[in-house]
T-cell receptor, first 112, second 111 residues
Framework: GAGVSQSPSNKVTEKGKDVELRCDPI?????LYWYRQSLGQGLEFLIY????????KSGLPSDRFSAERTGGSVSTLTIQRTQQEDSAVYLC??????????FGDGTRLSIL | RKEVEQDPGPFNVPEGATVAFNCTYS??????FFWYRQDCRKEPKLLMS???SGNEDGRFTAQLNRASQYISLLIRDSKLSDSATYLC????????????FGAGTRLAVHP
């Protein structure tokens, strides 16, 4: 079946602009996660949604970052007033409760 | 200190070699442990979970030492297709929820 889908696959934008990254999880998966991976670094947890519970936002690096998940399905990660240090690959994953996470291909974000 | 630490490598080994990667974690209360594999410019994929008693999946063997807060992955009879970055992953609370990823160990298998 279809895997986790992320869009856009690549995004280049100027410093100071806002960006929106989209994640379409595997149908029926209740949990959705956002991570980011900088060049040569491990994955950094950003935020976690589980069903209708309040999201775990403990990984968001600043108040410029926010995410929402509408209808328990599609999620959008928004970065306001982008900075060069925001350049990274943003990965989304989804899972069924208690099962392994499945990752999307990621969005490669470049801030000029 | 990082929550999950790995030797970044690269480990350059010939086909057929046996290679081992180590990983240490800082949170002694961590409950679940995994190895993920990430190919260049691709997403991470679960390779195997790590159980307390140690577990094997074909050519891959994972071990956990809770006393030393240490996880290992052994790959026997290396194949060219094993070339990738191997990520040590820890869940402080158990299950698959909030995963803490190491930076990864790069493996290059050559003919």
């Amino acid at each position: 079946g279809a895997g986790v889908s992320q869009s856009p696959s690549n995004k280049v934008t100027e410093k100071g602009k806002d960006v929106e990254l989209r994640c379409d999880p595997i149908s029926g998966h209740t949990a959705l996660y956002w991570y980011r991976q900088s060049l040569g670094q491990g994955l950094e947890f950003l935020i976690y949604f589980q069903g209708n519970s309040a999201p775990d936002k403990s990984g968001l690096p600043s108040d410029r970052f926010s995410a929402e998940r509408t209808g328990g399905s599609v999620s959008t990660l928004t970065i306001q007033r982008t900075q060069q240090e925001d350049s990274a690959v943003y990965l989304c994953a989804s899972s069924d409760s208690g099962k392994p996470q499945h990752f999307g291909d990621g969005t490669r974000l470049s801030i000029l | 200190r990082k929550e999950v630490e790995q030797d970044p490598g690269p480990f350059n080994v010939p086909e057929g070699a046996t290679v081992a990667f180590n990983c240490t974690y800082s949170n002694s209360a961590s409950q679940s442990f995994f190895w993920y594999r990430q190919d260049c410019r691709k997403e991470p994929k679960l390779l195997m979970s790590v159980y307390s008693s140690g577990n094997e999946d074909g050519r891959f063997t994972a071990q956990l030492n809770r006393a030393s807060q240490y996880i290992s992955l052994l790959i026997r009879d290396s194949k060219l297709s094993d070339s990738a970055t191997y990520l040590c992953v820890v869940n402080p609370s158990g299950g698959y929820n909030k995963l803490i990823f190491g930076a990864g160990t790069r493996l290059a298998v050559h003919p």
